[in-house]
């Protein structure tokens, strides 16, 4: 992805590149970790590598299929809520299976924004009127961030760090 990003060209080309870009930096920071090193809990909240994808796919499901596309939480195709739920990662679940959920999330969540110009907006109790240039931002902001947090739990895991003298489990 980082070899096409586009640097030029409209609004909505550079957003949907850059949206793109962060997605794939947030799975760049998990990809290749064991199982193990992947669920490991480095700090007191949920945040594991990943969990941070797992929760990108239900935000990319929040906004896009819930908000966007109006879908009822059963026509999702996963967890829909907006709480600490879209943390959670069943024991069962291994880091090809999240990351292949957030692709096929971020799949239909550009699907669903094509269909809408930038300026289109939709009203919401949580935040009042969005448009989809506020709601395609907002994802680049935080798929960045978590980016970050996935950047920090890789060199602590790949340093063998550990918080307070021990991991937390």
């Not at 193990?36 to 941070?52: C, G, N, Q």
């Not at 990319?60 to 879908?71: L, V």
């Amino acid at each position: 992805m980082h070899n096409n990003m586009i640097t030029a060209g409209d609004d909505r080309q550079i957003t949907d590149s850059m949206l793109d870009r962060n997605r794939q930096a947030l799975i760049d920071t998990a990809r290749g970790l064991s199982e193990s090193d992947a669920h490991k809990r480095l700090v007191p909240s949920l945040t594991t590598p990943i969990a941070l994808i797992k929760h990108a796919a239900a935000a990319e499901r929040i906004w896009f299929q819930r908000h966007w596309a109006g879908f009822g939480e059963s026509d999702c195709d996963g967890y829909s809520r907006r709480d600490e739920g879209t943390f959670t990662v069943g024991d069962h679940e291994t880091l090809a299976d999240v990351i292949a959920e957030f692709e096929r999330a971020s799949k239909r969540s550009r699907e669903i924004a094509s269909r809408f110009e930038l300026d289109d907006t939709i009203d919401l109790s949580t935040e009042g009127t969005v448009s989809m240039r506020w709601t395609l931002l907002m994802m680049i902001q935080e798929f960045a961030r978590h980016a970050g947090h996935g950047d920090i739990l890789r060199e602590q895991i790949e340093a063998g760090s550990q918080v307070d003298g021990d991991t937390l489990s």
